[in-house]
């Protein structure tokens, strides 16, 4: 596990561009965090990272939102509203086994259709204005092991 503290949104930002460079082919992410916790924030800096130079917008009402213009494609996916009715037959795992990177947003929606192993990254907003955030980031398998270890 690897902790970090942003101050602000600039600095979260910053922190998921960084992130990004090491990221390659078929890396999955899960955004864990309340409402207002900077998932879509966390998501922009890693845009950024990847060299995607267009607006990102929370995928809320369109499940999934393509960005194809970076070094890497970016999947960026919020299942909040699958809550209900479960994800099979959506064909999320040709994302997740596809040539991009996905970042899902609200994963404990779509568990039965993760793969074993990704990187879980938990957004906590922390002190008085609720503006600065504490960023941990969860490996599960090797791959992500390796990467939080060469991520200095």
Do not use: C
């Not at 078929?26 to 267009?54: H, Q, S």
């Amino acid at each position: 596990m690897k902790t970090f503290h942003a101050k602000n949104e600039e600095e979260t930002k910053k922190i998921a561009a960084d992130l990004a460079q090491y990221l390659q082919p078929g890396d999955v992410l899960l955004l864990e965090g309340n409402l207002g916790a900077g998932k879509t924030t966390f998501t922009k800096g890693l845009a950024e990272g990847l060299g995607i130079n267009r607006v990102i917008k929370s995928p809320t009402y369109t499940l999934i939102r393509e960005y194809e213009d970076g070094r890497l494609p970016l999947y960026h996916m919020d299942v909040y509203r699958l809550e209900e009715s479960g994800s099979t037959d959506l064909g999320l795992e040709e994302y997740f086994e596809g040539n991009g990177v996905s970042v899902v947003e609200w994963a404990k929606y779509v568990q039965e259709n993760l793969p074993v192993s990704f990187l879980t990254i938990q957004l906590t907003p922390i002190g008085e204005d609720l503006m600065e955030r504490e960023i941990a980031f969860i490996p599960q398998g090797k791959r992500y092991e390796l990467l939080l270890k060469n991520w200095q």
